[in-house]
């Protein structure tokens, strides 16, 4: 049990991670409030025998759809071997996150959740509040990208495999949801709330994954299940894993655009990451292409979208660190 302000949230204090322990770092599990007052958890991790002084932070979450003891805390256990204090979090409304009804997304509040964990590290003795960045995993890419276009105490921002969540759910994936089809979505969307209302329930959407792959299951399907429904990375806690999100969780980001002024992030530098073969890729390329400098894109050879979640041999670990040691000095 972890008590915060008179909210307690059930914490699991075994190691449970879809990924093994470092023996380089230390980990603890903690807990913060956001700026709509819902508390977070999250796992911290910080470098063993470290050199003293104050140390850079990185704040990190993601993908889409996934929880902290998946990709986001892989990749914050391997910056803290680097160096750095770093904050793997659950979003608002899942994983060991509070928030009622479970398993809701929404632009507003995930975005803010970035804001959140850059102030509970700046909160922190250990760390220089003035070399602070984020990482975002698929489309917490796109929620990280948001955040720093508004917080300009985020230095520098990477992403990974990004989606931008609002454009997928609003226009379809490659911009192919007709006007008609957006308006029949919609009209859907809409009469699910007087079902939820009458019944006094938020009603969970369809699974986010299958239980099971058949003939016909397309190919990006196949490579979400490969991480999400496998021992590769199942994780109980996780939606894409084991859940669906509410019905209504549309609509908000179909309303709401998150990348509009991602221009704003300037002079601070971002650094985009897609899979040469991911077909998420045209999220990053475009974001690129309307974010100012200083900016990068980096396509990873061979790669598809979800190699970016685990394989250590497409991750760039080395140059997310350098690129966050240039610009956290």
């Known amino acids: 049990m972890y008590e915060i302000e008179g909210e307690a949230l059930e914490l699991t204090q075994e190691w449970d991670k879809t990924f093994p322990k470092s023996d380089q770092v230390e980990h603890e599990k903690v807990a913060f409030k956001n700026r709509y007052g819902i508390t977070l958890a999250g796992d911290l991790y910080l470098p063993k025998n470290s050199?003293?002084?104050?140390?850079?932070?990185?704040?990190?979450?993601?993908?889409?759809?996934?929880?902290?003891?998946?990709?986001?805390?892989?990749?914050?256990?391997?910056?803290?071997?680097?160096?750095y204090a770093a904050l793997a979090f659950d979003p608002s409304y899942t994983g060991e996150s509070a928030g009622e009804p479970r398993n809701v997304?929404?632009?507003?509040?995930?975005?803010?959740?970035?804001?959140?964990?850059?102030?509970?590290?700046?909160?922190?003795?250990?760390v220089d509040r003035n070399r602070i960045?984020?990482?975002?995993?698929?489309?917490?890419?796109?929620?990280?990208?948001?955040a720093a276009a508004v917080d300009k105490r985020i230095k520098a921002v990477v992403t990974a495999s990004?989606?931008?969540?609002?454009r997928v759910m609003g226009r379809g994936m490659n911009d192919s949801l007709t006007t008609d089809q957006r308006t029949r979505l919609l009209e859907q969307l809409s009469e699910q709330r007087w079902t939820d209302?009458?019944?006094?329930?938020?009603?969970?959407?369809?699974?986010?994954?299958?239980?099971?792959?058949?003939?016909?299951?397309?190919?990006?399907?196949e490579e979400f299940f490969d991480y999400y429904r496998t021992p590769r990375g199942f994780h109980e806690n996780s939606p894409n894993s084991n859940?669906?999100?509410?019905?209504?969780?549309?609509l908000s980001f179909m309303n709401l655009p998150l990348l509009t002024n991602i221009a704003e992030i300037s002079p601070r530098p971002a650094l985009l990451i897609a899979g040469e073969n991911a077909h998420s890729r045209y999220f990053s390329e475009d974001a690129y292409a309307a974010a100012a400098e200083p900016k990068e894109l980096m396509i990873i050879e061979d790669a598809n979208h979800v190699d970016l979640n685990d394989r250590a041999d497409k991750i760039p670990f080395d140059t997310i660190t350098e690129f966050f040691n240039s610009n956290l000095k």
């Not at 140390?55 to 910056?79: D, H, N, R």
């Not at 803010?112 to 590290?121: G, K, Q, T």
Request: overall charge negative.
């Open 197 to 221: 209302a009458d019944n006094d329930s938020t009603a969970p959407g369809p699974r986010i994954l299958p239980e099971k792959l058949d003939a016909d299951t397309d190919p990006v399907t």
């Open 51 to 83: 050199a003293g002084g104050q140390l850079a932070a990185l704040a990190i979450s993601g993908p889409f759809g996934a929880v902290k003891e998946q990709s986001s805390g892989l990749y914050a256990q391997t910056m803290a071997e680097r160096g």
């Open 162 to 166: 990004m989606y931008d969540m609002s």
């Open 105 to 126: 997304a929404t632009p507003d509040f995930n975005t803010e959740d970035f804001s959140a964990a850059v102030d509970f590290l700046g909160q922190q003795a250990v």
């Open 243 to 250: 859940g669906a999100w509410t019905a209504t969780t549309p």
């Open 133 to 146: 960045g984020i990482i975002g995993i698929c489309g917490f890419g796109g929620m990280g990208l948001a």
